[in-house]
């Protein structure tokens, strides 16, 4: 099993949809989880952290499940500019200064 | 504030010739330090990082090796390019391990012909 697995997509949405991403990791120890946004061609930058059971900002909602290993990201009324590849990123644990990126789910909002 | 700098951001080189990036962090001090290769339509691959000055780690064999002069200096190169060399390289820091947040530069994209 991947370290962390995501629906590369892409998720093609309305403006205004409400849309969700889900992200499973392998690591039972990871304590940290990240969710970044990498726009085209594009450094990643940090869109939300999870420390504990969710998150919420604005219109993005974090939320992590512990027992089935899964991290999701809610995103409610999509804009356009919302389009862009969406990382999950499960801290590595123990010590290791290792983060493990997802290949990212793209998402495309329309008008 | 912390800033990363990353230069060149596009360089086209021929196959076989060297190379040299490099990346620099303001604001900081001590940070983790971080290379990653991304080819297009492709994930993160992380291909060095670094705990401290002249601490680093491999992650994947390959033709580059990664070099950290100074604290905040962080340097990717190579004796001879490879066409599969090609892809966007990114320079990330953090502050504590990797239980906290990356912070990434504007990266490199690199095409080798």
């Known amino acids: 099993r991947k370290e962390v697995e995501q629906d590369p997509g892409p998720f093609n949405v309305p403006e205004g949809a409400t849309v969700a991403f889900n992200c499973t990791y392998s690591?039972?120890?990871?304590?940290?989880f990240f969710w970044y946004r990498q726009d085209c061609r594009k450094e990643p930058k940090l869109l939300m952290s999870?420390?504990?059971s969710g998150n919420e900002d604005g219109r993005f909602t974090a939320q992590l499940n512990r027992a089935s290993q899964y991290i999701s990201l809610l995103i409610r009324d999509s804009k356009l500019s919302d389009s862009a590849t969406y990382l999950c990123?499960?801290?590595?644990?123990?010590?290791?200064?290792?983060?493990?990126f997802g290949r990212g789910t793209s998402l495309i909002v329309h008008p | 504030s912390q800033t990363i700098h990353q230069w060149p951001a596009t360089l086209v080189q021929p196959v076989g010739s060297p190379l040299s990036l490099e990346c620099t962090v303001e604001?900081?001090?001590?940070?983790?330090l971080y290379w990653y290769r991304q080819a297009a339509g492709r994930g993160l691959q992380l291909l060095f990082y670094?705990?401290?000055?002249?601490?680093i780690s491999s992650e994947v064999p390959q033709n580059l090796s990664a070099s950290r002069p100074q604290d905040r200096q962080f340097i990717l190169s190579s004796k001879k390019l490879l066409l599969s060399d090609s892809g966007f390289y990114l320079c990330?820091?953090?502050?504590?391990?990797?239980?906290?947040?990356?912070?990434f530069g504007p990266g490199t994209r690199l095409l080798v012909l």
């Open positions: 990123v499960p801290t590595a644990s123990g010590g290791s200064y290792i983060p493990t």
């Open positions: 690591n039972s120890a990871s304590q940290s």
């Open positions: 670094s705990v401290g000055i002249g601490q």
């Open positions: 999870v420390y504990s």
């Open positions: 990330a820091w953090s502050v504590l391990g990797g239980q906290e947040t990356q912070y």
């Open positions: 604001g900081t001090s001590n940070p983790n």
